[in-house]
């Protein structure tokens, strides 16, 4: 099995491979990093990363909010937030993009670790789901069949 890729969203270029050394000795493939809301979303477009770690203040126009809103709407790329900004009204505004995680700098190694790890295998399994919901709809539609539960109730026709 390949390693997971990870894009990481940040402005500080120190920050940004600091964030790429320790996910490369968790075992994850960091090919590329982004810096802006507009390079957030080109990458997201060219690498199909498996997930996206994403700083809230980006350089340029548009913050790292705005970036996972338009990256959502292009495809189901699992987002955690590492920022700094824990205040309300920015973590409301994250909140619509439906995170996985939102963790304030500075954090612990092993609660990023975990995140990721837990994003990842979850993703992951939602997806299969997706996937067996969307055969099983199209074997029943094509079947013509009645499911009922054990009280004689129509359940699914």
């Not at 699992?78 to 439906?98: H, M, Q, S």
Request: hydrophobic share 40%; net charge neutral; glycine share 6%.
């Amino acid at each position: 099995m390949s390693a997971a890729k990870i894009l990481v969203v940040e402005d500080e270029g120190l920050t940004a491979m600091e964030l790429q050394r320790k996910l490369k000795t968790w075992g994850y493939e960091v090919p590329s990093f982004a810096f802006s809301r507009k390079d957030a979303v080109r990458k997201a477009k060219e690498i199909k990363p498996d997930l996206i770690l994403m700083d809230v203040m980006l350089k340029g126009q548009g913050d790292g909010i705005d970036a996972a809103l338009e990256i959502k709407n292009i495809r189901d790329i699992p987002i955690i937030y590492l920022t700094a900004y824990g205040d309300v009204k920015t973590r409301k505004r994250a909140e619509f993009t439906n995170p996985t995680a939102y963790i304030i700098k500075p954090f612990e190694e092993n609660e990023l670790q975990d995140k990721i790890e837990n994003a990842l295998s979850e993703h992951k399994l939602e997806k299969k789901l997706h996937d067996m919901g969307q055969r099983l709809d199209n074997k029943l539609t094509d079947s013509g069949v009645i499911v009922i539960d054990s009280n004689g109730v129509i359940k699914y026709i």
